[in-house]
T-cell receptor
Framework: EPEVTQTPSHQVTQMGQEVILRCVPI?????FYWYRQILGQKVEFLVSFYNNEISEKSEIFDDQFSVERPDGSNFTLKIRSTKLEDSAMYFC????????????????FGAGSRLTVL | AQKITQTQPGMFVQEKEAVTLDCTYD???????LFWYKQPSSGEMIFLIYQGSYDQQNATEGRYSLNFQKARKSANLVISASQLGDSAMYFC????????????FGDGTTLTVKP
């Protein structure tokens, strides 16, 4: 069964450093997403991406964050000048389309990248 | 305003019994989709079931069913014949047509199945 792949599974970084989290969405999906989950808390939307540009973003997704699709398969989240509060699990997801009235547009999540900022 | 509300932080159920996890939502968009995800202790997000706002019948997927009451804006998840492996966090989520690029998640309900 197709899956979303995320690397690294766990990254530890020093405060102020830049990190790049990588994702390989399902190959025939058109929409890509990043979510984060601070330990034990709710899943928060960061950004969605379609046709090589940001489709929607939340208030969390400020200038510290950026996304890119550098080639035909990878989708990356860059976090600049990391802060302690950026420590979280970051989930990448993809969906075939973004319509709401079809079960085919379910988000498929990757296993997540746990970021620890020291 | 909270768009997805899960009022049960934690629930317990005896193995082999059924359990209902509550979810209410708030939207003025007539077109939306409702989803339930399971997050076991290993951390991955597993899709369980989907209900579209225009669907006439309640969705079912194996032991999972969604009790969709549109007028009350509720989309409760029913798990029948609970198994020990059902112990996990369960999230209700919604996508609206007006903001179809994002899904909003509830705070989650931790389900513990007792042997």
């Amino acid at each position: 069964e197709p899956e979303v792949t995320q690397t690294p599974s766990h990254q530890v970084t020093q405060m102020g450093q830049e990190v790049i989290l990588r994702c390989v969405p399902i190959s025939n999906h058109l929409y890509f997403y990043w979510y984060r989950q601070i330990l034990g808390q709710k899943v928060e939307f960061l950004v969605s991406f379609y046709n090589n540009e940001i489709s929607e973003k939340s208030e969390i997704f400020d200038d510290q964050f950026s996304v890119e699709r550098p080639d035909g398969s990878n989708f990356t989240l860059k976090i600049r000048s990391t802060k302690l509060e950026d420590s979280a699990m970051y989930f990448c997801a993809s969906s075939p389309d973004k319509g709401t009235n079809s079960g085919a547009n379910v988000l498929t999540f990757g296993a997540g990248s746990r970021l620890t900022v020291l | 305003a909270q768009k997805i509300t899960q009022t049960q932080p934690g629930m317990f159920v005896q193995e082999k019994e059924a359990v209902t996890l509550d979810c209410t939502y708030d939207t003025s968009d007539p077109s939306y989709g409702l989803f339930w995800y399971k997050q076991p202790s290993s951390g991955e997000m597993i899709f369980l079931i989907y209900q579209g706002s225009y669907d006439q019948q309640n969705a079912t997927e194996g032991r999972y069913s969604l009790n969709f009451q549109k007028a009350r804006k509720s989309a409760n998840l029913v798990i029948s014949a609970s198994q020990l492996g059902d112990s996990a966090m369960y999230f209700c989520a919604m996508r609206e047509m007006a903001n179809a690029g994002k899904s909003t998640f509830g705070d989650g309900t931790t389900l513990t199945v007792k042997p």
